[in-house]
Protein backbone atom coordinates (compact mmCIF):
# COMPACT_ATOMS: atom_id res chain seq x y z
CA UNK A 1 0.00 0.00 0.00
CA UNK A 2 1.46 3.60 -0.21
CA UNK A 3 2.02 5.89 2.29
CA UNK A 4 -0.63 8.37 3.32
CA UNK A 5 0.29 11.99 1.76
CA UNK A 6 2.00 13.59 4.58
CA UNK A 7 2.70 10.62 6.36
CA UNK A 8 6.55 9.84 4.60
CA UNK A 9 9.07 9.28 7.09
CA UNK A 10 12.03 12.43 7.15
CA UNK A 11 15.73 12.64 7.03
CA UNK A 12 17.97 15.70 7.53
CA UNK A 13 22.07 15.23 7.19
CA UNK A 14 23.14 18.62 9.61
CA UNK A 15 25.63 18.61 12.14
CA UNK A 16 27.56 16.08 14.70
CA UNK A 17 24.42 16.11 17.00
CA UNK A 18 21.46 14.08 15.77
CA UNK A 19 18.03 13.55 17.18
CA UNK A 20 15.66 10.52 16.85
CA UNK A 21 12.05 11.13 16.64
CA UNK A 22 9.37 8.22 17.55
CA UNK A 23 5.53 8.88 16.44
CA UNK A 24 3.04 7.00 18.22
CA UNK A 25 0.34 4.00 18.14
CA UNK A 26 -1.85 4.35 14.73
CA UNK A 27 -0.13 7.85 14.02
CA UNK A 28 2.36 8.20 11.27
CA UNK A 29 5.58 10.81 11.24
CA UNK A 30 3.22 13.79 10.11
CA UNK A 31 2.33 14.32 14.08
CA UNK A 32 6.07 15.27 14.32
CA UNK A 33 7.42 16.46 11.09
CA UNK A 34 6.84 20.16 12.29
CA UNK A 35 8.94 19.34 15.01
CA UNK A 36 11.49 17.46 13.31
CA UNK A 37 12.16 20.30 10.21
CA UNK A 38 12.59 22.95 13.08
CA UNK A 39 15.68 20.93 14.65
CA UNK A 40 16.47 20.23 11.32
CA UNK A 41 16.80 24.09 10.74
CA UNK A 42 19.16 24.96 13.38
CA UNK A 43 22.00 22.44 11.85
CA UNK A 44 20.91 18.90 13.78
CA UNK A 45 20.85 15.65 11.76
CA UNK A 46 17.61 14.30 11.92
CA UNK A 47 15.82 11.18 11.50
CA UNK A 48 12.06 10.63 11.73
CA UNK A 49 11.38 7.21 10.78
CA UNK A 50 7.91 5.47 9.91
CA UNK A 51 6.61 2.62 11.67
CA UNK A 52 5.51 -0.54 10.46
CA UNK A 53 2.56 -0.94 9.15
CA UNK A 54 1.63 2.83 10.19
CA UNK A 55 0.86 5.60 7.64
CA UNK A 56 -1.01 3.58 4.86
CA UNK A 57 -4.22 1.52 6.08
CA UNK A 58 -5.42 0.30 9.60
CA UNK A 59 -5.56 -3.04 8.13
CA UNK A 60 -1.93 -3.23 7.49
CA UNK A 61 -1.46 -2.92 11.66
CA UNK A 62 -2.57 -6.20 11.68
CA UNK A 63 0.45 -7.84 10.23
CA UNK A 64 2.70 -6.15 12.59
CA UNK A 65 3.64 -5.82 16.91
CA UNK A 66 5.74 -4.09 19.27
CA UNK A 67 8.85 -5.66 18.13
CA UNK A 68 8.61 -4.70 14.51
CA UNK A 69 8.34 -1.31 15.78
CA UNK A 70 10.95 -1.76 17.87
CA UNK A 71 13.17 -2.50 15.42
CA UNK A 72 12.83 0.08 13.35
CA UNK A 73 13.66 2.66 16.08
CA UNK A 74 16.31 1.07 17.30
CA UNK A 75 18.01 0.49 13.15
CA UNK A 76 17.47 4.47 12.87
CA UNK A 77 19.26 4.72 16.22
CA UNK A 78 21.90 2.91 15.21
CA UNK A 79 22.15 5.11 12.21
CA UNK A 80 22.53 7.63 13.68
CA UNK A 81 24.87 6.61 16.61
CA UNK A 82 27.59 6.02 13.29
CA UNK A 83 26.81 9.26 11.87
CA UNK A 84 26.85 11.91 15.02
CA UNK A 85 29.08 12.65 18.15
CA UNK A 86 25.81 12.68 20.46
CA UNK A 87 22.66 11.64 19.89
CA UNK A 88 19.20 12.60 21.63
CA UNK A 89 15.89 10.46 21.11
CA UNK A 90 12.37 12.34 21.20
CA UNK A 91 9.11 10.67 21.40
CA UNK A 92 5.34 11.13 21.56
CA UNK A 93 2.41 8.67 23.06
CA UNK A 94 3.76 5.09 21.97
CA UNK A 95 6.89 6.99 20.67
CA UNK A 96 7.58 8.09 24.26
CA UNK A 97 7.75 4.32 24.98
CA UNK A 98 9.65 3.25 22.31
CA UNK A 99 12.30 6.01 22.89
CA UNK A 100 12.93 4.58 26.90
CA UNK A 101 13.19 1.37 25.97
CA UNK A 102 15.90 2.18 23.52
CA UNK A 103 17.45 4.69 26.62
CA UNK A 104 17.09 1.74 28.97
CA UNK A 105 19.07 -0.85 25.92
CA UNK A 106 21.75 1.68 24.81
CA UNK A 107 22.48 3.81 27.61
CA UNK A 108 25.29 5.91 27.52
CA UNK A 109 24.99 6.08 24.21
CA UNK A 110 21.83 7.76 24.36
CA UNK A 111 22.76 11.59 25.85
CA UNK A 112 18.74 12.60 26.52
CA UNK A 113 14.81 11.94 25.92
CA UNK A 114 12.57 14.42 25.12
CA UNK A 115 9.16 12.67 26.04
CA UNK A 116 5.73 13.97 25.22
CA UNK A 117 2.57 12.31 26.80
CA UNK A 118 4.47 9.21 26.85
CA UNK A 119 2.45 6.64 27.27
CA UNK A 120 2.56 3.57 29.88
CA UNK A 121 -0.57 1.69 29.53
CA UNK A 122 -3.08 1.06 28.04
CA UNK A 123 -6.61 2.44 29.77
CA UNK A 124 -9.42 0.99 28.16
CA UNK A 125 -11.27 -0.92 30.40
CA UNK A 126 -11.68 -3.28 28.34
CA UNK A 127 -8.39 -3.89 27.77
CA UNK A 128 -8.11 -7.29 29.89
CA UNK A 129 -10.15 -8.82 27.18
CA UNK A 130 -7.78 -7.89 24.10
CA UNK A 131 -5.56 -11.36 24.49
CA UNK A 132 -9.45 -12.79 23.60
CA UNK A 133 -11.03 -9.97 21.78
CA UNK A 134 -8.26 -9.69 18.93
CA UNK A 135 -9.34 -13.25 17.05
CA UNK A 136 -12.96 -11.87 17.18
CA UNK A 137 -12.86 -8.05 16.67
CA UNK A 138 -11.05 -7.04 13.98
CA UNK A 139 -11.15 -3.04 15.38
CA UNK A 140 -12.40 -0.54 17.71
CA UNK A 141 -12.84 3.33 17.36
CA UNK A 142 -9.10 5.27 16.61
CA UNK A 143 -8.05 7.77 18.79
CA UNK A 144 -6.24 9.87 16.75
CA UNK A 145 -6.28 13.80 16.45
CA UNK A 146 -6.94 14.46 19.86
CA UNK A 147 -6.07 18.09 19.28
CA UNK A 148 -7.16 21.56 20.97
CA UNK A 149 -5.86 23.75 18.04
CA UNK A 150 -8.84 24.58 15.41
CA UNK A 151 -8.43 23.50 12.04
CA UNK A 152 -4.99 20.89 13.22
CA UNK A 153 -5.52 17.51 11.73
CA UNK A 154 -3.12 14.51 12.90
CA UNK A 155 -2.48 11.38 10.00
CA UNK A 156 -3.57 8.56 11.91
CA UNK A 157 -6.18 5.75 11.53
CA UNK A 158 -9.17 6.09 11.88
CA UNK A 159 -9.69 2.18 13.72
CA UNK A 160 -7.40 1.19 16.41
CA UNK A 161 -6.84 -2.79 15.34
CA UNK A 162 -6.87 -4.74 18.57
CA UNK A 163 -4.28 -7.44 17.29
CA UNK A 164 -1.88 -4.43 17.45
CA UNK A 165 -3.40 -3.16 20.67
CA UNK A 166 -2.66 -6.28 22.38
CA UNK A 167 0.77 -5.96 21.16
CA UNK A 168 1.38 -2.69 22.79
CA UNK A 169 -0.05 -3.34 25.88
CA UNK A 170 2.17 -6.06 26.19
CA UNK A 171 5.13 -3.81 24.95
CA UNK A 172 4.14 -1.22 27.37
CA UNK A 173 4.00 -3.50 30.19
CA UNK A 174 8.36 -4.69 29.04
CA UNK A 175 9.16 -0.95 29.43
CA UNK A 176 7.45 -0.42 32.59
CA UNK A 177 9.45 -2.99 33.81
CA UNK A 178 12.43 -1.40 32.34
CA UNK A 179 11.96 2.03 33.33
CA UNK A 180 14.63 1.81 36.29
CA UNK A 181 17.25 1.16 33.72
CA UNK A 182 16.68 4.56 32.59
CA UNK A 183 19.33 6.68 33.38
CA UNK A 184 20.05 9.78 31.14
CA UNK A 185 18.70 13.42 31.24
CA UNK A 186 14.76 13.71 30.94
CA UNK A 187 12.55 16.35 30.00
CA UNK A 188 8.86 15.24 29.88
CA UNK A 189 6.40 17.52 28.70
CA UNK A 190 2.72 16.61 29.33
CA UNK A 191 -0.86 17.93 28.95
CA UNK A 192 -3.05 18.11 31.95
CA UNK A 193 -6.07 17.59 29.13
CA UNK A 194 -5.45 14.21 27.56
CA UNK A 195 -8.39 12.14 26.08
CA UNK A 196 -5.43 9.72 25.36
CA UNK A 197 -3.06 9.23 27.60
CA UNK A 198 -4.07 9.99 31.16
CA UNK A 199 -1.20 12.48 33.31
CA UNK A 200 -1.02 9.19 35.72
CA UNK A 201 1.21 7.62 32.83
CA UNK A 202 3.87 10.53 32.88
CA UNK A 203 3.71 10.71 37.04
CA UNK A 204 4.87 6.86 36.66
CA UNK A 205 7.38 7.22 34.52
CA UNK A 206 8.87 9.94 36.38
CA UNK A 207 8.89 7.54 39.70
CA UNK A 208 10.43 4.73 38.17
CA UNK A 209 13.33 5.87 36.07
CA UNK A 210 16.48 6.64 37.57
CA UNK A 211 17.71 9.62 35.64
CA UNK A 212 18.56 12.70 38.33
CA UNK A 213 18.48 15.27 35.54
CA UNK A 214 14.57 15.54 34.73
CA UNK A 215 12.52 18.30 33.71
CA UNK A 216 8.48 18.13 34.01
CA UNK A 217 6.26 20.73 32.04
CA UNK A 218 2.98 21.11 31.78
CA UNK A 219 1.34 21.95 28.61
CA UNK A 220 -2.03 23.36 29.60
CA UNK A 221 -3.36 24.87 26.11
CA UNK A 222 -2.77 21.19 24.32
CA UNK A 223 -4.54 17.86 24.38
CA UNK A 224 -2.60 14.56 23.53
CA UNK A 225 -0.48 15.15 20.21
CA UNK A 226 0.82 18.55 21.36
CA UNK A 227 3.00 18.84 19.08
CA UNK A 228 0.19 19.81 16.26
CA UNK A 229 -1.29 21.85 18.95
CA UNK A 230 -1.15 25.13 20.69
CA UNK A 231 1.92 24.55 22.36
CA UNK A 232 4.07 22.83 19.54
CA UNK A 233 6.59 25.96 19.49
CA UNK A 234 7.03 25.83 23.09
CA UNK A 235 7.74 21.55 22.82
CA UNK A 236 10.07 22.52 19.43
CA UNK A 237 11.98 25.62 21.08
CA UNK A 238 12.48 24.10 24.75
CA UNK A 239 13.74 20.05 23.36
CA UNK A 240 16.12 21.95 21.44
CA UNK A 241 17.34 24.02 24.36
CA UNK A 242 17.64 21.00 26.25
CA UNK A 243 19.90 19.51 23.65
CA UNK A 244 21.94 22.72 23.45
CA UNK A 245 22.52 21.82 27.80
CA UNK A 246 24.30 19.26 26.64
CA UNK A 247 25.61 19.11 23.52
CA UNK A 248 27.79 22.18 23.57
CA UNK A 249 28.28 21.93 19.78
CA UNK A 250 24.75 23.25 19.33
CA UNK A 251 24.42 26.89 18.06
CA UNK A 252 28.26 26.89 17.24
CA UNK A 253 30.02 24.17 14.98
CA UNK A 254 27.28 21.86 14.91
CA UNK A 255 24.64 24.56 13.24
CA UNK A 256 27.40 26.10 11.00
CA UNK A 257 27.82 22.34 9.53
CA UNK A 258 24.10 22.15 9.21
CA UNK A 259 22.55 22.72 6.05
Same mark, same amino acid.
Given at each position: ?68 ? =????? #? ?6 ? #? ?85 ? #? ?14 ? +? ?37 ? +? ?13 ? =? ?19
Amino acid at each position: MPVLLGAEPFRHEGGPVGVLLCHGFTGSPQSLRPWAEYLAERGLTVSLPLLPGHGTRWQDMQLTGWQDW =YAEVD #RALRELLE #RCEQVFVFGLSMGGALSLRLAAKHGESISGLVLVNPANKVHDPLAFALPVAQHFIRSTPGIASDIAKPGSVEIGYDRVPTRAAHSVR #RFFRLVDAELPQVTQP +VLLLHSPQDHVVPPADSARILARISSTDVTETLLEQSYH +VATLDHDAERIFADS =YAFVGRLAKSVGREGAASGG
